[in-house]
């Protein structure tokens, strides 16, 4: 596909509107009810999530990762290696950046704040809850690092599944576990045609959500 056949992929949007009145007063229980709507619409990863930090340079980086909850309606949750690259920037800037696509739904929630580690006994709780295989792995990899090959990676895990034997579940590495991301401003796009599109956003002023409408 050359370059002007990619400038001509369009797509009209007019599944939805989305207005002042349509929203809850509260941006995290309103990014429920919308996630609730994409579970339900059996839509493909529904809680992939493209996560965006930055280094001590100021380099901007993105991956995606899954969100595992919604702790008190006040927090966004995920889990990874405190030492991988992510880990390490949001050790020196604990700010960051979520975004949620749902194309199914022709919508998109950007969602901005300040991010702290999950509490201890949560991070264990989740980790002992995923399949063994899962534990095994977060053990074996040094997230983030330069490695070998593919078979330094599985010898890892084949030590370590040595090493733990038969236990299960596995105790959780201390260099794993849970972050929150607090939110202070999120933002609801809705598709429109015309590329008119919907946008609500919610800043966070004291204790309390102040809406506004965005131009697309």
Known sequence: ??????????????????SEADVLPDAVRQFRQWLDEALAAKLDEPTALTLSTVDAGGQPSSRVVLLKGLPEDAGFLFYTNYESRKGQELARQPLAALNFFWPGLERQVRVEGRVEKAPAEMSTEYFQSRPRSSQLGAWAS???QVIGSREELEAREHEFAEKFGAQDPLPRPENWGGYILRPHRVEFWQGRPSRLHDRIVYELEGNAWKLARLAP
């Open 1 to 18: 596909m050359n370059d002007s056949q990619l400038a001509d992929l369009r797509k009209t949007y007019s599944q939805r509107t989305l």
């Open 142 to 144: 040094p997230q983030s």
